[in-house]
């Protein structure tokens, strides 16, 4: 069958999909193209970069379209309703990049505790910036995490490393799943008062949408620091701008925003206390191996008449 990928893809995904007998397709076509291209094929693979929306997956309905892969977590970019209005499934590797996602959160805890950004960037100024760079441990402190997937478990498992505390907020966390996390369930707004770190692990929903607000930040310590490797959206960035300029937290580690890229007059980027990445978390050589061929297992199984192991719109 006939496979398109819209979007830059592990090789080793791509090997997978042809050993398996079928025609593909790369080419990263704009919103346009694919449109008109979309009816021809059988599957479809992306990223994120691919938004396969309303008009795109009818236009698929209306062809040979089967299946919408997403070689990462996060579906936001596909209309999975609309897909499964038209008998198109949307499978994706909840799996694949948990590793990446989880070490890159603990990296921004600990280049926020140590200065690592400031004391690489006074080094580099020729300054010896030693006495003013003092920082903290995260051995023994309290963490927060908002989510209790495959990511936020990786998280609490490192966590323990640090003999940290780590409570979860989830509607979807039950005391015995929060038990073998190594953790301790909390709502949300005990887990904000009490946690050092708030680390996020969530999806971009109408429900989840700037659930860090003002509101919420004025509940955090005057010393934690915020953690968002999970999805633009989810924080408010004004709030954030506004609670790590006035003190109301102590700073934040952000890979993710609502435009990405954000613009040049987005207030974060003025800040001292605030570690900005550009979307880095499932981008390492690993994570995207795991990520495509993971998706590329699921996409096989749909064309042969299987049901997926991720299958996210059923």
Same mark, same amino acid.
């Given at each position: ?30 919103? +346009? ?9 059988? %599957? ?5 970069? /691919? ?50 996602? %989880? ?9 926020? /505790? ?19 760079? @003092?920082?903290?441990?995260? !051995? ?13 478990? !990786? ?23 929060? @038990? ?8 949300? +707004? ?34 934690? !620091?915020?953690?968002?490797? %999970? ?9 954030? !701008? ?43 050589? +690993? ?13 096989? @199984?749909?064309?042969?008449?299987? /049901? ?7």
């Amino acid at each position: 069958m006939k496979v398109l990928i819209s979007d830059k893809m592990a090789e080793e995904a791509i090997t997978l999909l042809k050993d398996a007998g079928h025609d593909v397709t790369y080419d990263e076509m704009d919103a +346009e193209t694919l449109l008109a291209e979309i009816p021809k094929y059988d %599957a479809l693979m992306v990223r994120s970069r /691919t938004k396969a929306r309303e008009e795109i997956v009818k236009a698929g309905a209306n062809g040979n379209l089967k299946v919408i892969g997403r070689a990462g977590i996060g579906v936001d970019n596909i209309d999975i309703k609309v897909a499964a209005e038209n008998g198109i499934k949307v499978v994706n590797s909840p799996t694949g990049a948990t590793g990446s996602v %989880a070490e890159l959160a603990v990296a921004h805890m600990l280049a926020l /505790t140590r200065h690592l950004s400031r004391a690489n960037s006074t080094m580099k100024k020729g300054e010896w910036a030693k006495k003013q760079l @003092k920082g903290n441990e995260m !051995y023994g402190k309290t963490l927060g995490l908002i989510g209790s997937g495959h990511i936020a478990q !990786y998280v609490a498992k490192i966590a323990q490393c640090f003999d940290m505390n780590v409570l979860v907020y989830s509607p979807h966390c039950t005391d015995e799943k929060a @038990k073998k996390m190594g953790a301790t369930r909390a709502d949300l +707004e005990d887990l904000l008062k009490q946690s050092d770190f708030v680390s996020l692990h969530i999806p971009h929903t109408k429900e989840s949408h700037y659930l860090l607000n003002e509101k919420t930040f004025s509940l955090m310590k005057p010393n934690a !620091y915020l953690i968002n490797c %999970a999805r633009g959206g989810v924080v408010d960035e004004n709030a954030l !701008y506004n609670a790590l300029k006035n003190g109301k937290i102590a700073g934040a580690g952000v890979d993710v925003f609502e435009k990405e890229p954000p613009n040049n007059d987005n207030k974060l980027l003025e800040l001292d206390n605030v570690i900005l990445t550009p979307h880095l978390g499932a981008n390492t050589k +690993e994570g995207q191996i795991r990520a495509g061929t993971v998706c590329a297992e699921q996409i096989i @199984k749909v064309l042969n008449g299987e /049901t997926p192991d991720y299958w996210v719109n059923k």
